[in-house]
């Protein structure tokens, strides 16, 4: 039932103002409250968690120099034996029921001198008569030449794109801005990584998760609470 405002007396408002005020009071304690009990877990449980994260952080450094300290013979032995390139990235280990992957991986990059090479791509692309051969030749550059997130080209589709223009198209600017920005690559090394499965009976391969995200939480672990409700 609503009661209207026009309808107290004078005395009711004020006892209603007076019970509002009241009760924005407790709230306002109530919060102050809660932010003291918020600092309170905060103070007591981070310390004890960064701690845990950070034991488990060496722990992990030190399983990995353990790896790959355990298999130092196995892959110098492997190289005098069986020869392998020395561009080799990756060395597989496997049992029947194990498997382990050391190596590292390569990061794509560039110089400047891939934006020359780009804009002789580009200009060579502009030159180009406005038919149905030439709007597909252009789709192709574009999907070959997209950078991802970090701004870096793929290795792998410039060197496709740069095969295409060297037999399609040679001796153009097209061939030419291919060969600057291939040779405009510069490579890094990523660290040393590990990637390690067990396989079962029926050869189904489950990887050992090895980085904090992979690891899965109990399930019985009850965390729905902080997901996106749909109101």
């Known amino acids: 039932m609503s009661i209207k405002l026009s309808d107290l007396s ?3 408002k004020a006892e209603l103002a007076k019970q509002l005020a009241a009760e924005k009071q407790t709230e306002k ?5 809660n932010l003291k009990a918020l600092e309170e877990i905060a103070q007591e449980q981070l310390p004890i968690v960064i701690e845990q ?3 488990a952080s060496q722990a992990l450094e030190n399983a990995k120099l353990f790896a790959y300290t355990s298999f130092i013979d196995y892959l110098k032995l492997k190289i005098e034996t069986i020869g392998i390139s ?4 990756t060395h597989t280990i496997s049992l029947p029921n194990a498997k382990i992957i050391l190596g590292y ?4 990059g560039y110089d400047d001198n891939a934006n020359y090479g780009l804009a002789l791509v580009h200009k060579f692309l502009g030159s180009l008569a406005k038919d149905a051969e030439s709007a597909k030749l252009m789709k192709l550059v574009n999907r070959l030449l997209q950078k991802n997130a970090k701004g870096d080209l793929d290795s792998k589709k410039v060197l496709e794109l740069s095969q295409h223009a060297n037999e399609e198209y040679p001796n153009t600017e097209f061939a030419e ?8 690559y510069k490579p890094t090394m990523s660290k040393w990584f590990i990637e390690a499965t067990t396989i079962d009976g029926q050869g189904v391969e489950k990887t050992i998760p090895l980085n904090i995200t992979s690891c899965d939480l109990p399930k019985d672990f009850d965390l729905s609470f902080l997901l996106p409700k749909n109101e």
């Open 177 to 184: 801005g291919m060969a600057l920005i291939q040779n405009a």
């Open 53 to 55: 994260l950070q034991n």
């Open 105 to 108: 991986r390569v990061t794509d």
């Open 10 to 12: 004078k005395e009711e």
């Open 29 to 33: 304690e109530q919060r102050t409250a």
């Open 86 to 89: 020395s561009t080799q990235k």
